[in-house]
């Protein structure tokens, strides 16, 4: 069955309404949710200690952003320079959620070989936002 054009545009349409609609965040609304998904507040020191920590794998977090993500950090293979993950540093950073979910679940896979839970974000996510 052929569409009729009008119809057969509206998926591309719809595509090029999703940046407009790219979850537009804040570091302490997500930090909220992180909180309210774990039930428990964040604590900021447990985040720093999780972020330069290895987890029985090759790399920390660190490895790639930095001891403290204020600067721009090192891609650990490629070397390809990455925008500081502190928000004070980088006013984009925590502010797509769709963005934060997908880099989230990636680097996690990486670094502790399984998702982060919701607690260890908001804990993460309360040093970086610590960082002045
Ligand atoms: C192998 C390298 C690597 C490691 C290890 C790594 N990351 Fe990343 N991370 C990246 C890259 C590359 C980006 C994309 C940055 C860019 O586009 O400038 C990124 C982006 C992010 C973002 C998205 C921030 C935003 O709003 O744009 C978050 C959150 C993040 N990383 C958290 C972590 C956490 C937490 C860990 C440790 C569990 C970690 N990363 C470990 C490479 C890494």
């Given at each position: 069955?052929?569409?009729?054009?009008?119809?057969?545009?509206?998926?591309?349409?719809?595509?090029?309404?999703?940046?407009?609609?790219?979850?537009?965040?804040?570091?302490?609304?997500?930090?909220?949710?992180?909180?309210?998904?774990?039930?428990?507040?964040?604590q900021a020191e447990r985040g720093r200690s999780f972020f330069i920590s290895?987890?029985?794998?090759?790399?920390?977090?660190?490895?790639?952003?930095?001891?403290?993500?204020?600067?721009?950090?090192?891609?650990?293979?490629?070397?390809?320079?990455?925008?500081?993950?502190?928000?004070?540093?980088?006013?984009?950073?925590?502010?797509?959620?769709?963005?934060?979910?997908?880099?989230?679940?990636?680097?996690?896979?990486?670094?502790?070989?399984?998702?982060?839970?919701?607690?260890?974000?908001?804990d993460v996510?309360?040093w970086?936002?610590?960082?002045?």
């Amino acid at each position: 069955m052929r569409l009729k054009p009008a119809l057969a545009l509206l998926p591309l349409l719809a595509a090029a309404a999703l940046p407009a609609l790219a979850q537009a965040t804040s570091p302490a609304r997500l930090q909220k949710a992180y909180e309210a998904a774990a039930d428990a507040p964040a604590q900021a020191e447990r985040g720093r200690s999780f972020f330069i920590s290895r987890h029985g794998a090759e790399w920390s977090c660190a490895s790639c952003h930095g001891q403290l993500p204020v600067d721009a950090g090192r891609h650990a293979v490629t070397a390809k320079p990455i925008d500081p993950l502190a928000p004070a540093f980088n006013p984009k950073a925590f502010t797509d959620e769709r963005r934060v979910e997908k880099w989230f679940r990636r680097n996690c896979k990486d670094v502790v070989k399984r998702e982060c839970t919701p607690a260890e974000k908001a804990d993460v996510l309360a040093w970086l936002q610590s960082l002045r």
